[in-house]
């Protein structure tokens, strides 16, 4: 599912998207283009196209909220009752 949210705040848009999958029990969210928020879980994800881990990704942007044709994929972790994501892999 995607919710569009253009936004000139792009940690903005990043808080929100984590805690939308949060509050829709999703373990994985994406950011693309700025502005557009990906949700699912493992077995609704396809993440094994195209994928490569960070350092090797060429079009890093500022608060790692994807770009064109750029999707920056973050886990969900329930770290001590409270919830943390990673980015362990991009650009799909």
Same mark, same amino acid.
């Given at each position: 599912?995607? $919710?569009?949210? #253009?936004? *000139?705040?792009?940690?903005?848009?990043?808080?929100?998207? &984590?805690?939308? =999958? $949060? =509050?829709?029990?999703? *373990?994985?969210?994406?950011?693309?283009?700025?502005?557009?928020?990906?949700?699912? #879980? =493992? *077995?609704?994800?396809?993440?094994?196209?195209?994928?490569?881990?960070?350092?090797?990704?060429?079009?890093?942007?500022?608060? *790692?909220?994807?770009?064109?044709?750029?999707?920056?994929?973050?886990?969900?972790?329930?770290?001590?009752? &409270?919830?943390?994501?990673? #980015?362990?892999?991009?650009?799909?």
């Amino acid at each position: 599912m995607s $919710v569009q949210r #253009n936004t *000139d705040g792009t940690q903005i848009i990043f808080e929100f998207c &984590g805690k939308e =999958a $949060v =509050a829709r029990k999703k *373990d994985y969210f994406g950011v693309e283009f700025y502005g557009e928020c990906y949700f699912g #879980n =493992a *077995d609704e994800l396809s993440l094994g196209q195209g994928l490569v881990k960070l350092d090797e990704c060429d079009q890093r942007c500022k608060w *790692d909220v994807g770009g064109p044709h750029t999707m920056m994929i973050y886990k969900v972790e329930d770290v001590l009752g &409270g919830y943390t994501c990673s #980015n362990k892999y991009s650009r799909l």
